[in-house]
């Protein structure tokens, strides 16, 4: 097995059950802990160094499969990303499949229950609820923050928050002075705690957005997200809904009532944008329309031109020409 990370700073490392539970306990909350497998044996290392007053970077494994059951967390958020194994982590009424492509957010209301793989190691951020709350504040937000459970570490915007935690663990594993500072440490937890409620989809961002605008489900904002993310995947109605955490009706009614139009068409529409882009970029001498629209996923050129006049009011070949 690979050297556990934050090797400078071991909490506990132990084969006994109430060791482990009780080691955990103590920097996180009371919680159930038992191996799953007839014969399994614990092998837990747990190793945890703060940046300051309200984040602290945690490396955790169990070794064989275990069940954790915290309940809610209730003074903390905590961010867990696999670096092996996997987890089945349920969140409040939300089961989110952890591994190497998401991670999990646990909120401080949201009762949790986690089943982790026999190898699973995760690198957790653990951040103190009033500090978030706090963030939160300044955005418009009030009350209690609950993030979505599900941290798509695909999204560019969550790979960007990745490298600042990334370069706050760096520093800390090779015995650096710069997170010691409290004149660097403070603003970079804010720095961190802030990035998280701009790129993840949370309560405070809806009260802001109904502070400003019509209300938008969160919903139908996370699967706008992942469609102009990632316009360019073959995306279904149903695979969509499962990755926002509702049923393909429910999302389909709720692009209707909040955008008069259905996620396939939201789609479709970007695509479109994506396409008008490209063609403004383009240079006519090199790149045809048959081309650009195939990038996009339109292979049937007339329905193409004509859904593309529909939205610019102009032909694709207009477009490319000037």
């Known amino acids: 097995m690979p050297r556990p990370l934050l090797g400078r700073h071991t909490v506990a490392a132990t084969t006994d059950v ?5 080691a955990v306990a ?6 159930y802990l038992a191996l799953t497998k007839a014969g399994s044996q614990l092998d837990m290392v747990h190793n945890a160094a703060p940046l300051g007053e309200d984040v602290m970077l945690n490396y955790m494994r169990y070794g064989d499969e275990v069940r954790i059951t915290p309940g809610t967390f209730d003074d903390f958020y905590l961010i867990q990303l696999p670096l092996a194994g996997s987890a089945k982590v349920k969140v409040g009424e939300q089961v989110v499949l952890a591994d190497r492509t998401r991670a999990s957010i646990g909120s401080p209301t949201e009762p949790v229950d986690m089943l982790w793989s026999d190898g699973c190691e995760k690198l957790q951020v653990y951040i103190r ?13 009030s009350g209690p923050v609950v993030f979505d459970p599900t941290l798509d570490l695909g999204r560019p915007e969550v790979r960007d928050w990745l490298k600042m935690v990334r370069l706050a663990y760096d520093n800390v594993e090779a015995g650096g002075s710069l997170m010691s500072s409290p004149l660097v440490a403070a603003p970079y937890e804010q720095a961190l705690i802030g990035g998280l ?7 405070s961002l809806e009260i802001a957005s109904e502070n400003a605008s019509p209300t938008v489900s969160r919903a139908v904002r996370m699967a706008v997200d992942l469609l102009e993310a990632h316009p360019d995947r073959p995306w279904k109605v149903a695979e969509l809904a499962q990755r926002v955490g509702v049923s393909t009706r429910t999302l389909q009614e709720a692009f209707q009532r909040d955008l008069d139009t259905t996620p ?3 789609w479709r529409r970007t695509r479109l944008d994506r396409a008008y882009t490209d063609l403004l970029a383009a240079d006519a001498t090199a790149t045809s329309v048959t081309e650009i629209a195939a ?5 049937h050129l007339g329905r193409f031109s004509q859904a593309y006049r529909a ?11 000037r």
Do not use: K
């Open 26 to 31: 103590e920097r996180f909350c009371a919680h």
């Open 295 to 299: 990038r996009w996923g339109f292979f």
């Open 18 to 22: 109430d060791q482990a539970r009780e």
């Open 311 to 321: 939205q610019f009011q102009e032909l694709p070949s207009q477009t490319l020409m």
């Open 129 to 141: 609820r009033s500090a978030v709350e706090e963030a939160a504040a300044g955005l418009g937000g």
């Open 264 to 266: 396939l068409e939201y």
């Open 197 to 203: 409620l701009t790129v993840q989809a949370n309560t």
